[in-house]
T-cell receptor, first 113, second 111 residues
């Protein structure tokens, strides 16, 4: 089992460019999440998907869109990147009804110049 | 109003027991207490969860007093590899998809 995988590991964008962060899990989990972590801070929830076909906003959704492509994959899109979106992005998944135990990917370090 | 309050940082020597206390004065009846560990350049990892009294697993123990307004994560005989940030979370268990991470406690183990 690979667990939760994320691509790319690192990315540098110019202001205004767009990109999609990919996330996949092989644990047959229903729920998937996207977080961002700014330096020295805790994680903040961007979007989550409780099950295939559903998505909901988290604490900081502005500037992002998500797609739950199937049960395994949950992507995060930045349509027009801004320097304020420089952060480390983590994807996570959990079993239905076991939200407290989330499994995290290794993260994507994004820099917007 | 922050859901949890924990020390920003702690230092401890190898081999000692480390106790990290988290304050959660406004905990609700449905809330569970969960602790995560995060190493540098990695995603957080679930350590332990409890509702009341004491919970123990192979990694740590969690002590929760009767009023549930605080909790203490206990790490026995720490080693250098326990250097990490530890997050205390208070959220409803089932049906609430939104875990709330604070700034955590940065634990440094000294050789």
């Amino acid at each position: 089992n690979a667990g939760v995988t994320q691509t790319p590991k690192f990315q540098v964008l110019k202001t205004g460019q767009s990109m999609t962060l990919q996330c996949a899990q092989d644990m047959n989990h229903n729920s998937m999440y996207w977080y961002r972590q700014d330096p020295g801070m805790g994680l903040r929830l961007i979007y989550y998907s409780a099950s295939e076909g559903t998505t909901d906003k988290g604490e900081v959704p502005n500037g992002y869109n998500v797609s739950r492509l199937n049960k395994r994959e949950f992507s995060l899109r930045l349509e027009s990147a801004a320097p304020s979106q420089t952060s480390v992005y983590f994807c996570a998944s959990s079993d239905l009804g076991q939200t407290y135990e989330q499994y995290f990917g290794p993260g994507t370090r994004l820099t917007v110049t | 109003l922050a859901k949890t309050t924990q020390p920003i940082s702690m230092d401890s020597y190898e081999g000692q027991e480390v106790n990290i206390t988290c304050s959660h004065n406004n905990i609700a009846t449905n809330d569970y207490i969960t602790w995560y560990q995060q190493f540098p350049s990695q995603g957080p990892r679930f350590i332990i969860q409890g509702y009341k009294t004491k919970v123990t697993n192979e990694v740590a123990s969690l002590f929760i007093p009767a009023d549930r307004k605080s909790s203490t994560l206990s790490l026995p005989r720490v080693s250098l590899s326990d250097t990490a940030v530890y997050y205390c979370l208070v959220d409803a268990n089932f049906g609430n998809e939104k875990l709330t991470f604070g700034t955590g406690t940065r634990l440094t183990i000294i050789p």
